[in-house]
């Protein structure tokens, strides 16, 4: 068979108008995934539901990791090089209350909700392996689809699935991540090369005391006292220790202290997080907070049971890689809609990847405030414009195309 030169011109033109005319299908999925959304390593019928996707309508042979993972390969037929382009989503939800805003798609599983744009990821991915599975007599080399579980929880989807060997048979050469973004607007993207999103780890604290009577603090060793002062302590970690080079984050958002108006408890319990852009500070980092509140607590009679859950590392774009994703997606979109990103100190499990192999992990704008679709991630009201998915999948295709060199 004779393959000729592609012309990125006209394949562009092909992949928006497959984009669009698939604009229903990709609304209906992303609404029936909405609408029946599973916390994270419990996506079973999701991804059930993807496999089905793979199988029935595009011929494609699926294998399942970490569980409730979906992988698959769309093999190009034009002759040429060997290389892999890793394509990933995230299928889990949040354990939110969607608010009932009358949305004929609201989630049916109570207290569970797509809140953080799974659903779009993961529409996305099945809309441009679509578009690349209609198009393999233009491409040489293998697309690698890869749907996995648990983005939003420890030890992340990505962890296990890299463990279960996604990176390998082929190896991907490149991965590249979408997620949706709610303060860019419908119709533009954003890029980062380099240095991206923070790691990630929990801090579980129990500051132990003595408990009493409120009106007889003399008698007691006061845990809610002592708790005061080291999150005040700690602070220093970031404002006085840390380089401010260093981009990093200590936070506490959970202080439980279950005593009453003249009772001082026994213990209080912290939870918090601490997140950076530097393994090295990193490390040091976690054993200052130890130091500081072992410190505090024994200075005041009291003690302290620490435990700092390492999570997500911080997430590095490649730089050549996503400057030609930057390039590519000038041409498909024009050069007005795409826009540069900031340091985010969020974290993200697709860290894992860009760990192992050069990756590109960037933002999809779903904001629409005509139709009042404004609302952060994990917000009990998010949702995004639907006229984003034609650019989530088409987008996707293409960068997928041009990283195997059409």
């Given at each position: 068979m004779q393959h000729q030169e592609n012309n990125p011109e006209e394949l562009i033109n092909i992949i928006k108008t497959q984009a669009k005319s698939l604009k229903p299908q990709l609304v209906e999925m992303r609404r029936h995934l909405h609408m029946n959304p599973e916390l994270s390593f419990h996506e079973y019928n999701t991804a059930a539901w993807v496999e089905s996707y793979l199988h029935e309508k595009l011929g494609l042979k699926t294998q399942r990791m970490a569980n409730t993972g979906v992988v698959a390969l769309i093999e190009g037929q034009k002759p040429g090089n060997a290389k892999t382009v890793g394509l990933r989503a995230d299928m889990d939800a949040l354990p939110i209350v969607e608010v009932n805003d009358g949305r004929p798609?609201?989630?049916?599983?109570?207290?569970?909700?797509?809140?953080?744009?799974?659903?779009?990821?993961?529409?996305?991915?099945?809309?441009?392996?679509?578009?690349?599975?209609s198009l393999k007599e233009h491409f040489s080399g293998t697309v690698k689809l890869v749907f996995q579980p648990g983005e939003e929880k420890l030890p992340g989807g990505a962890s296990l699935m890299i463990k279960d060997g996604v990176l390998d048979n082929p190896k991907p050469d490149v991965m590249i991540g979408q997620h949706v973004m709610p303060q860019i607007q419908s119709g533009k993207t954003g890029f980062r090369p380099g240095l991206y999103m923070a790691s990630t780890d929990e801090i579980y604290m129990t500051v132990s005391g003595k408990g009493g009577h409120g009106a007889m603090p003399h008698y007691n060793i006061d845990p809610v006292l002592i708790a005061s002062h080291i999150i005040v302590a700690l602070q220093q970690v970031v404002s006085r220790i840390a380089n401010p080079a260093i981009p990093s984050?200590?936070?506490?958002?959970?202080?439980?202290?279950?005593?009453?108006?003249?009772?001082?408890?026994?213990?209080?319990?912290?939870?918090?997080?601490?997140?950076?852009?530097?393994?090295?500070?990193?490390?040091?980092?976690?054993?200052?907070?130890?130091?500081?509140?072992?410190?505090?607590?024994?200075?005041?009679?009291?003690?302290?049971?620490?435990?700092?859950?390492?999570?997500?590392?911080?997430?590095?774009?490649?730089?050549?890689?996503?400057?030609?994703?930057?390039?590519?997606?000038?041409?498909?979109?024009?050069?007005?809609?795409?826009?540069?990103?900031?340091?985010?100190?969020?974290?993200?499990?697709?860290?894992?990847?860009?760990?192992?192999?050069p990756s590109c992990f960037y933002r999809l704008g779903v904001r629409n405030e005509e139709r009042g679709i404004v609302n952060s991630v994990h917000h009990p009201s998010f949702d995004v414009d639907e006229d984003s998915l034609e650019n989530g999948c088409g987008l996707m295709a293409w960068l997928a195309l041009t990283e195997l060199g059409i």
């Open positions: 798609y609201r989630s049916q599983n109570e207290g569970v909700m797509h809140a953080c744009g799974h659903d779009v990821h993961t529409t996305s991915l099945l809309g441009a392996a679509t578009i690349l599975n984050v200590l936070s506490f958002g959970k202080v439980v202290a279950n005593g009453a108006t003249n009772v001082i408890p026994s213990e209080v319990k912290l939870e918090g997080t601490f997140r950076t852009l530097d393994e090295a500070w990193r490390s040091e980092a976690h054993e200052r907070i130890s130091a500081i509140a072992n410190g505090i607590a024994n200075s005041m009679g009291g003690s302290v049971t620490l435990e700092i859950r390492r999570g997500y590392p911080f997430l590095k774009n490649d730089i050549s890689l996503t400057e030609r994703c930057i390039h590519s997606a000038e041409a498909y979109l024009g050069k007005s809609e795409v826009t540069p990103l900031d340091i985010w100190m969020a974290a993200e499990d697709f860290a894992y990847y860009s760990q192992e192999v």
